[in-house]
């Protein structure tokens, strides 16, 4: 096979360039800043699925997603050699007041669309596993299909996945002069593909998160009225994430992250004095559609778009890379219509 370079060391950048290269490309991995230096060098890592009503084509593709993680980064552990800090232990979720009806017609959602595979289940607070969580109504679900990773393990171990099998990383801006070039250059790349179609495809929305010092290791994640709440199995639990139309400065951090610890806090209890060890801030690619956008550039002969992960990068990335490389090696497109720029 011939040449491939893939702009950017995201996790899309890096999934494609790992889907590639396991096919026996030479790739060239090309970023400008380094390493998950955008927003997947943050802190939060969940990988949730879709509630299980209203199944349609996206839906079940997330759903495949998540099936198949598991196995992919433990394939990206044992070639790298590193941890990536993926363990799949569920999801528990306060029922709000008067939601409960709901939350059991999930349930039976759960039970016919999951396939088994995984299951949805209405308990009460004191029957939940992990960490306590405040739920006034007094009922929680659980989920098992949802996991956890942290990005920037993740990151690297997809990098040294990548070179182990003779892959090259270089720092620049610009792409290798031979062969195809797939642009995964998150919110950047949105707007210059904006500017070069004459319309707005996208934008960057800034997240804010922290890190608590926090051991609950094998405790399922938290999720509560938009608030993520993961612990990690290095001893920290992660709060995240905001979501920031409009901003100043891109990799800051203000009242904002103060708030999320605080609502955190109030959400489970434990978390009352858990010491804050790491902030961060950054932007999130979201494309207009909220979903992925893939395919050829228009105008532009051998050069792809992979970009648009917004909040479910690392959960997509493994499969639609796969998707991506056959569009690039092979020029089968086999792209999800409701990906497809």
């Avoid at 088994?116 to 969580?133: H, I, S, T």
């Avoid at 989920?143 to 720092?171: E, H, I, K, V, Y």
């Amino acid at each position: 096979m011939g040449d491939v370079t893939i702009m950017g060391a995201g996790v899309f950048g890096l999934a494609v360039a790992y889907a590639c290269a396991k096919r026996g490309a030479r790739v060239h991995l090309v970023d400008k800043r380094g390493l998950g230096a955008g927003s997947s060098g943050g802190i939060v890592g969940a990988l949730a699925p879709h509630v299980p009503e209203n199944w349609n084509a996206k839906k079940a593709f997330q759903f495949d997603a998540l099936m198949r993680a598991q196995d992919f980064w433990r394939d990206v552990a044992t070639l790298s050699g590193q941890d990536t800090g993926y363990a799949r232990l569920g999801r528990v979720q306060p029922v709000p007041d008067g939601k409960l009806d709901l939350a059991h017609a999930r349930e039976a959602g759960a039970a016919a669309l999951w396939q088994g595979a995984a299951q949805w289940r209405v308990l009460r607070c004191d029957a939940a596993p992990g960490l306590a969580v405040a739920a006034p109504s007094g009922w929680v679900v659980h989920d098992t299909l949802t996991a956890r990773l942290q990005p920037r393990l993740a990151c690297r171990a997809l990098m040294g996945a990548f070179q182990a099998l003779g892959g090259q990383f270089t720092l620049g801006a610009q792409p290798q002069a031979n062969g195809p070039v797939v642009w995964a250059t998150g919110h950047e790349g949105l707007a210059d593909l904006s500017r070069d179609l004459g319309r707005a495809v996208g934008s960057g929305v800034k997240g804010q998160a922290a890190l608590l010092a926090h051991h609950a290791p094998n405790a399922p994640q938290i999720f509560a009225d938009g608030l993520h709440i993961v612990p990690h199995g290095d001893g920290t639990v992660a709060v995240g994430s905001t979501s920031e139309r409009e901003f100043d400065a891109p990799d800051t951090v203000d009242a904002q992250c103060d708030m999320l610890v605080a609502r955190a806090r109030a959400v489970c209890p434990v978390l009352a004095d858990a010491p804050v060890v790491d902030r961060w801030a950054g932007v999130r690619p979201r494309a207009s559609t909220r979903a992925p956008l893939m395919g050829g550039w228009p105008g532009k002969p051998g050069q792809f778009v992979f970009n648009g992960g917004f909040k479910i990068g690392f959960a997509m990335a493994p499969v639609l890379a796969e998707v991506m490389a056959d569009l690039v090696l092979d020029g089968v497109d086999n792209i999800p219509a409701e990906f497809r720029l």
